[in-house]
């Protein structure tokens, strides 16, 4: 069983960065691969990047490809996610979750594993 616990959210100027952390409890966090996710006001949770097991691989929405970067700490049992070049339109609770990857990068969520999220605002 793994438990989700995000940070490092808060207000930031357009332009600004800011790097999230998603800290798990249990002994079998490698196992999983990791993803990030976000809902910003009145839309649907939306995918934003995943990682695979070992932190060898990933993948982005086209939305943040190039602005945002996945990393993770399997010793720490800690995924992150550096964010750039923030817009407006980036404001979103963040969510991290636990799941698997397949051969393609594409990330499946499990349905149990998922953080309380953190909130982003993006100001203009």
């Known amino acids: 069983q793994v438990q989700l616990v995000e940070s490092g959210g808060g207000l930031v100027q357009t332009g600004g960065s800011l790097t999230l952390s998603c800290e798990a409890s249990?002994?079998?966090?490698?196992?999983?691969?990791m993803g990030w996710f976000r809902q910003g006001p009145g839309k649907d949770r939306e995918f934003v990047a995943a990682i695979n097991w070992s932190g060898s691989k990933d993948n982005y929405s086209e939305s943040v490809k190039g602005r945002f970067t996945i990393s993770r700490d399997n010793a720490k049992n800690s995924v992150y996610l550096y964010m750039k070049m923030l817009k407006p339109e980036d404001t979103a609770v963040y969510y991290c979750?636990?799941?698997?990857?397949?051969?393609?990068?594409?990330?499946?969520?499990?349905?149990?594993?998922w953080g309380r999220g953190t909130q982003v605002t993006v100001s203009s």
């Open positions: 249990g002994r079998t966090f490698n196992a999983y691969a």
């Open positions: 979750n636990a799941g698997g990857m397949d051969e393609r990068l594409n990330y499946y969520p499990s349905s149990e594993y």
